[in-house]
Structure formats: C-alpha cells, structure tokens
C-alpha cells in the first residue's frame, strides 16, 4: 500500500528555490498528524535530495507509536554517514546503483535505477514491507505518480504563500475521500478505488 504525502503552499510550491536548510510548511498539529501517520505504516521512502536539505530522523516523535523503516534514495551512495538517517537507532535500507550490503542497522541494496519504481516495489515485497508512505521532494513523489505507482494521496495545503519556488506534484484525478481544515492547514486525501 503506497501513500503519498506532501505539503503545499496556497500558490501551489512545495518548497522554496535553492533551499540549503529545512522548511516547515505546516503547522504543528499538522506534524502530529504526520508523526501518526508514519506509525502505522512499515517504511517511510525519501530521495537524496530530502535528506541533503532536511537531514530527516524519518522516526515517531510526537506521538507514541512503533518507527518505520527508512528507506533512502541515494543512487550513488555520496550521502554523508553523518546524517540522521544513517544514524543505527532505526533500521534503515539504501537503495543505490552499486553494491549491496549490511552494516550494523542499515542494509544497501543494489537496484537498477533505469526502472526505479518497480525494482522499489519489487524490492520492498521480498522484504515483506507492504506498507509505505512516501514523503520525498517533488521529484521522487512525481516518479511514484508518473509510474501510476500510488493506492493514496495526502496532501497539506496551508496558508504561506511562497510566490516560486518548487512546483506542487499534481495530484491525479481520483477519488477524493476526506477533507478537513484545521489549525490553519487543510488536509485532503485521495484513493485509487479498484
């Protein structure tokens, strides 16, 4: 089961230009939200690029609730062992384009990056992960939703208007099941119905 998740301004960015630090763009109730969210799920997938910029602990912090697994994008292995996600507390797998390995909690996994998604998926059902929410930059979500590769959306649209920056993934036309507007955030989520 595959969940997309993202944040947007009211302009419709996901993130700033040439962003070199984190950027919140929801409000703290919404970050619980996400907090149990992330609990209830096996893996929680991000690419490079969030982790460069956020440097991401991918765990369960504002609410009380099991970690998932991290899953990490770094298709040439240049990610800095010094960041969070490589840090031994929370089992974490590195899908890269050069060798496979283990080392203490972190598994690398060698995959062929010229079918990205399906070589995942594929990966993530022999380890039995059969749940994961994807909270990656516009690039990696946009990979999930070009491949048709997604059972749900769910994204924040709040108030802070950016005027550029990063443009919003375009959510699919599918079946809207919730909406809510709350502490300043509105949540809305979508699902394939097959």
Same mark, same amino acid.
Not at 159 to 167: E, P, R
């Given at each position: ?16 230009? @040439? ?25 929680? &997938? ?35 062992? +010094? ?24 598994? /690398?996994?060698?995959?062929?990056? @010229? ?10 059902? +022999? ?5 994961? $929410? ?10 999930? $939703?070009?491949?048709?590769? /997604?059972? +749900? ?32 955030? &509105?949540?809305?989520? /979508?699902?394939?119905?097959?």
């Amino acid at each position: 089961y595959i969940i997309l998740k993202w944040a947007k301004s009211s302009d419709n960015f996901i993130a700033p230009h @040439n962003q070199n630090e984190p950027f919140w763009m929801t409000s703290k109730k919404s970050k619980k939200t996400v907090h149990k969210w992330r609990s209830q799920e096996d893996a929680i &997938l991000v690419g490079t690029q969030t982790v460069i910029i956020d440097n991401p602990r991918l765990n369960v912090r504002l609410v009380s609730g099991k970690n998932p697994i991290r899953i990490v994008i770094d298709r040439k292995l240049n990610l800095s062992k +010094e960041l969070e996600v490589f840090n031994n507390d929370i089992k974490t797998i590195i899908l890269n384009e050069i060798k496979s390995f283990s080392s203490e909690t972190n598994d /690398y996994v060698k995959i062929d990056f @010229n079918d990205l998604i399906n070589q995942l998926l594929d990966k993530l059902y +022999e380890l039995n992960i059969i749940s994961i $929410i994807v909270e990656g930059g516009a690039f990696t979500i946009n990979q999930f $939703i070009n491949e048709n590769a /997604y059972d +749900e959306i769910r994204i924040f649209t709040t108030t802070k208007i950016l005027k550029n920056g990063v443009k919003s993934p375009i959510a699919p036309k599918i079946k809207k099941i919730y909406s809510n507007n709350d502490d300043g955030d &509105l949540l809305e989520v /979508y699902r394939k119905w097959y």
